[in-house]
């Protein structure tokens, strides 16, 4: 591989390349009038006591407040830049693999490596020195300021200003030519290492060897086929997926740079600070917390919109009923009473961990409850136990099916058995099988389950036009009321079932 011109010792300068010289073109000439500056008054400061603050004190801390502001936009433009470059990224290392030589000599993949660790000292070595300049003339201006605090305040901010943008240019650059050379280091080295260690069937290469890369040996395949309409089907149907692929991830990468760009832009407007608000809607819970952070004037109204929610669903569950199987709940015609039993794996709400993720839910239900139950015989029912692998099945003579899921077979057992005692149905068959063998993702492990609330439906006849109807084809209207059931003491508003 060539090294280039910078890497062999040549320094090439152009002064219209320079950041600093499209910045000036950009902003048009600006003159600096010293005889007006050294005839105007210093402007000073006072302390509390009367004493003169120096302005080259106001100069240092206006420049450390720019170098703060500094270090923010470089990374703002550094997550920017990735955005925009990531697929560039992928997009060049997709072709250096497929023309990749890969009976190349060791030593001409080290070669390589070499070579693009010097590129990245030749940029840094340029970024190094560019900025060196920059801050030694920045802050040669500011020690002048003890001596000549006008003008060489003026030449001082003219410097710190200039500066940044040519300093935050060199830095782009750095990134750019960084990216480049280390993720192309990156893919020789790892399969130089690969060699080495003689894994994957590679070995290390000493002796030169017909050149092998993977668009010859696709472009050598594609021309074995005999028939040439197929042959041509085949090359130009290769190239419009590959041009399709790199295409559309262009597509996606502009999509999510002119969504960071958007939303950079609106986080820059005038809507106040950016702050965090803790809002605990029950004091009685004082876990269940909601997390508001954004500008002053975005929250003010989320705020009241949080609370108004709380208000409205509070002492309700949206998506309970949803995420049931929808057989259960319409099509079991003849079933006029259900109730549904929720376990969560905590004790008490917000029914999340942490780290924000939905805690384990566990859902049973017991089919035509008994009439007249009281909240304690359903929280001794529902008490907590260990759910697991195990799976307790019992028929029952109304023709329904209980299912419960313990840590062993005694626990699974000893719940259907606790569940049951809520039923109007008496037990026919009972069997508890194991599961040997699941998806990893989606085993069963032991776990703590405690009893949440539980719903209870009930099917009242109506002769409203506007009720459901059952298979008999009669009409009814359903009841459903939630009952607490992760208190330590009943809820004084609940009443027996009927």
Known sequence: MPIPAWAAGGIKLTRQAMASRQVRVFLGERNIDIFTSLTQPEPTRTNPDGSIVPSFLNGAWRLARRLG?????????????????????????????????????????????????????????????????????????????????????????????????????????????????????LLLSSFLTLRRLRLFGLAPVT????????????????????????????????????????????????????????????????????????????????GETVVLSGKTEILKPQIQQTLATHRLIHNRDVGEIVGQPAEDWYRAGVQRRKLTIIFKSKSEPPWRTASGEQVKTVTYTIPEPKRGLNWQEIKLAARLYDWGKYRATANLDNGRQMAVYGASEAEAERKLRELLTLSTGELITLSVTEEKDRNI??????????????????????????????????????????????????????????
């Open 69 to 185: 502001g500094f270090v923010l936009r470089v990374a703002s433009a550094a997550v920017g830049w990735l955005l925009r470059n990531l697929w560039d990224l992928l997009v060049d290392a997709y072709f250096e693999i497929i023309n990749f030589d890969f009976n190349q000599l060791d030593s001409d993949i080290q070669t390589a490596i070499n070579a693009n660790n010097l590129q990245i000292f030749g940029a840094l070595g340029q970024f190094a020195g560019s900025s060196l300049v920059w801050i030694a003339s920045a802050g040669l201006a500011a020690g002048l300021t003890l001596k000549f605090p006008v003008i060489a305040g003026k030449v001082f901010m003219a410097l710190a200003e200039e500066g940044s943008d040519e300093i935050r240019g060199q830095l782009v650059g750095l990134i750019q030519v960084s990216g480049y050379a280390m993720s192309r280091s």
């Open 207 to 286: 002796e030169r060897r017909e050149p092998w890369t993977i668009a010859e040996a696709v472009e050598e395949r594609v021309q074995r086929i005999e028939s040439n309409a197929l042959r041509i089907f085949v090359e130009n149907f290769l190239e419009g997926v590959e041009e399709a692929v790199i295409e559309a991830g262009y597509v996606v990468s502009y999509a999510i740079d002119d969504y960071y760009q958007a939303a950079k832009y609106a986080s820059q407007s005038q809507l106040g600070k950016e702050r965090a608000v803790v809002i605990t809607p029950n004091e009685e819970l004082r």
């Open 441 to 498: 993702a989606l085993r069963k492990d032991p776990q703590r389950m405690y009893p949440a609330f539980a719903y209870l439906l009930v099917r009242r006849p109506t002769t409203s036009i506007t009720g459901n109807t059952d298979l008999t084809g009669q009409r009814f209207r359903d009841e459903k009321t939630r009952i607490d059931l992760w208190p330590t003491v009943e809820p004084p508003d609940f009443t027996p079932t009927l």
